[in-house]
């Protein structure tokens, strides 16, 4: 760790950049300790370095009266004598708010605007064991043309107990590193294939089939099934006529009613929110 009085030499936006490096680290070292304390976690050379680092920034003028006050909350928490905020578990969250707060405050006073994938967690690597599983709950993304988008529809369909996931030849590469970074970490436990309607595949007939699209019945009033498959289409071109077909021929159109100007939402938006009432159905019966 560079001592605080060379940092203090460094050009102002160098400085910035390395705080906030430090501080990332830091925040990410507080995650991974199993509940240990903050005070526990961190040296008294490092606990020094936050105390310092925030005076400095204190004493900044180019921050905004917003920025200091929370630079001096960070730093009645980083004083060694800190005891306000308790100990244990409510200690090391306050510790950890005010290295994130400070953090994004430095990032975005260097230019640096922050992805999902950089946000400080504490998951690590995913146990599929522990998955809740909806059996029967499927999906089909069809030419889903973003790695971003679909790397988020594998983290909702996750999230909402999806068995399984089909993509369709055209559809983004899960294993794309921007597909996986917004995943963070759902590609590896999700199971996955390649599939294709215009090539022969043709879902299971006892299988109810249901499509995102417009035009169709609004959700509140969508008779979802306990198992089946939703099909959610291109960002462009919306779910192709032979996916349509076969949607049409089983349960039909699922619809998310919008009142704004634009009346549309992103696809993997769109996605969580008819998943998210799926599985709430699913979970009743």
């Known amino acids: 760790m560079i001592p605080f009085y060379k940092l203090e030499k460094l050009p102002r936006t160098q400085k910035l950049r390395k705080i906030a490096k430090f501080f990332s680290f830091a925040e990410s070292r507080l995650c991974t300790t199993n509940g240990?304390?903050?005070?526990?976690?961190?040296?008294?050379?490092?606990?020094?370095?936050?105390?310092?680092?925030?005076?400095?920034?204190?004493?900044?003028?180019?921050?905004?009266?917003?920025?200091?006050k929370v630079f001096y909350e960070a730093a009645e928490i980083f004083n060694p004598g800190f005891s306000s905020a308790g100990t244990g578990d409510n200690h090391a969250?306050?510790?950890?708010?005010?290295?994130?707060?400070?953090?994004h405050i430095?990032?975005?006073?260097?230019?640096?605007?922050?992805?999902?994938?950089?946000?400080?967690?504490?998951?690590g690597r995913l146990d599929p064991e522990k998955r809740h599983i909806f059996k029967g709950m499927q999906v089909y993304l069809e030419d889903i043309r973003s790695p971003f988008n679909v790397g988020a529809m594998f983290r909702t369909a996750e999230s909402f107990g999806v068995e399984k996931i089909m993509l369709s030849p055209f559809c983004a590469d899960p294993r794309h590193k921007r597909a996986e970074r917004t995943a963070m970490g759902c590609i590896d436990i999700m199971p996955w294939e390649r599939r294709d309607f215009f090539s022969g595949w043709i879902p299971d007939i006892n299988v109810p089939i249901f499509a995102l699209e417009t035009g169709g019945t609004p959700l509140k009033e969508f008779p979802f099934p306990r198992r089946g498959l939703l099909i959610a289409g291109s960002e462009e071109l919306g779910v192709s006529p032979r996916a349509l077909?076969?949607?049409d021929a089983s349960l039909g159109r699922v619809s998310i009613p919008c009142y704004g100007v634009k009346a549309s939402?992103?696809?993997?938006?769109?996605?969580?929110?008819?998943?998210?009432?799926?599985?709430?159905f699913c979970n009743k019966v």
């Not at 969250?93 to 953090?103: D, G, I, K, T, Y």
């Open 245 to 247: 077909e076969a949607a």
């Open 93 to 103: 969250a306050s510790l950890r708010r005010a290295l994130n707060c400070v953090r």
């Open 36 to 68: 240990k304390e903050g005070a526990e976690i961190f040296s008294t050379a490092e606990t020094a370095f936050f105390s310092d680092a925030v005076k400095s920034l204190l004493n900044d003028p180019v921050f905004s009266d917003n920025a200091k």
């Open 106 to 123: 430095l990032l975005a006073e260097t230019g640096k605007e922050p992805a999902d994938w950089d946000f400080t967690g504490s998951d």
């Open 265 to 280: 939402l992103n696809v993997s938006v769109a996605f969580g929110i008819a998943l998210q009432a799926w599985a709430a």
